[in-house]
């Protein structure tokens, strides 16, 4: 090829970097006229290896990249990435195929036998959920998540009072009982005045509250649905009991523990009222002051009225009651309604004598065994372990809300 005209095609062909086809074409073409057909045929066949030569360093990166790619699913994966995928179900079948003369030859009461799984080596966990081994399953979804504290926006005795959690079986509780001594002021000769703490203690187990509810399967075709209104039902029932258990349960709950009241009032508001301020912080020597009462229902609206017998007027004491929005306020006092207090009666104390603790937090499981399965049903579970302390007794007063007539 003539040396001029093959600086002219080297030329060309650098200044087609980067142009369109159709610039090529005409570029091409007009040189095709410039230096005739056999010179355009050569700059063709030129121009097509350097494409081939691109292309090719192309290929290459890909399948070093590819390559990486592999690597690094191979460490994900902790096994090949194009091996297939194994569940336990695939599994158990190679295992009873390969020993199947083993299981023919088995006895009644020969013994423990030991059968290793075949091709079990990386079997990733999710190898055993209920999707990987039936494809047509529908799949339950377990929620041991701690659950909403409020349903509804009821408050309720276990999450106003201090809070605590332990890792133990058992709490064993501190009682406060009557100090000797005290502090005093000295008068710069002789000992110091002497404090006598006296502590007594209490052991108070944790007690598991549940229960359980079986629903049918078609149910959980609106899972989301199904599951939020369990969540909020089943925790109210599980709160509902866990107020009983703070109040009543036996030995350990604030009732049976509270002192009665002792005071000379007749009228209800003011019985409360001197339990909680009167009673509560003499007895206490002013170490703890009611914070909240406890009635039913029923009697905290009789008492939000209080109506008088004579004139039919409702009169209720100047800026120490309140009865609003369902909420009644009596000089301060916190009010908490609940059925697992007795008609007629009140409950008085100082949360700071007290504390709620939980072993487990209240949580919701879904089960599905053979017996269930059979049937066509789902059980859910809902349950939290705690206990109750209280530090003293004397913090605590119940007593009737109208007393009997003399």
Do not use: C
């Amino acid at each position: 090829m003539d040396e001029k005209i093959k600086a002219e095609l080297d030329t060309l062909v650098k200044g087609l970097e980067g142009k369109t086809s159709l610039e090529v074409k005409n570029a091409l073409d007009a040189f095709e006229a410039k230096v005739g057909q056999t010179i355009k045929t050569e700059a063709k066949s030129l121009f097509d290896a350097e494409i081939e030569a691109v292309k090719s360093e192309l290929k290459a990166d890909i399948k070093v990249v590819q390559k990486h790619a592999d690597t690094i699913d191979v460490a994900m994966q902790g096994k090949n990435a194009n091996a297939p995928r194994k569940s336990f179900n695939d599994v158990l079948k190679s295992t009873i195929e390969a020993n199947a003369e083993l299981f023919k030859n088995l006895k009644p009461n020969s013994g423990t036998t030991n059968i290793e799984l075949v091709g079990a080596e990386g079997l990733e966990h999710k190898a055993m959920s209920i999707g990987a081994n039936f494809g047509e399953a529908t799949q339950l979804y377990q929620d041991a998540r701690p659950l909403m504290i409020t349903p509804y926006g009821n408050p309720f005795l276990g999450d106003i009072l201090p809070q605590g959690s332990s890792t133990g079986t058992k709490l064993v509780v501190p009682k406060e009982e009557a100090a000797t001594g005290g502090i005093d002021v000295w008068s710069g000769s002789g000992d110091k005045s002497e404090v006598n703490y006296n502590f007594g203690t209490q052991e108070v187990p944790f007690k598991w509250i549940a229960g359980w509810v079986i629903v049918d399967r078609e149910m959980l075709d609106d899972v989301a649905w199904l599951t939020s209104y369990l969540q909020q039902r089943l925790l109210l029932d599980l709160k509902k009991r866990e107020t009983a258990y703070i109040l009543n349960e036996a030995v350990t709950g604030m009732i049976p523990l509270a002192t009665a009241y002792d005071g000379d009032f007749t009228n209800g508001i003011e019985r409360i009222i001197d339990g909680a301020y009167g009673q509560i912080v003499d007895s206490t020597d002013g170490g703890y002051s009611g914070t909240h009462l406890i009635t039913r229902g029923r009697d905290a609206v009789k008492i939000g009225l209080n109506k008088a017998s004579g004139s039919g007027e409702f009169d209720l004491p100047n800026g120490s009651m309140s009865f609003a929005a369902g909420n009644l306020g009596i000089a301060g006092l916190s009010s908490i309604t609940t059925t697992s207090i007795a008609e007629n009666n009140f409950l008085v104390f100082d949360a700071a004598a007290t504390q709620f603790v939980r072993r487990l937090q209240p949580e919701l499981r879904v089960f599905e065994d053979a017996t269930l399965a059979k049937q066509n049903k789902i059980m859910f579970r809902i349950e939290e372990r705690a206990a109750l302390a209280v530090y003293n007794n004397s913090a605590l007063v119940t007593g009737l809300i109208t007393p009997p007539a003399v």
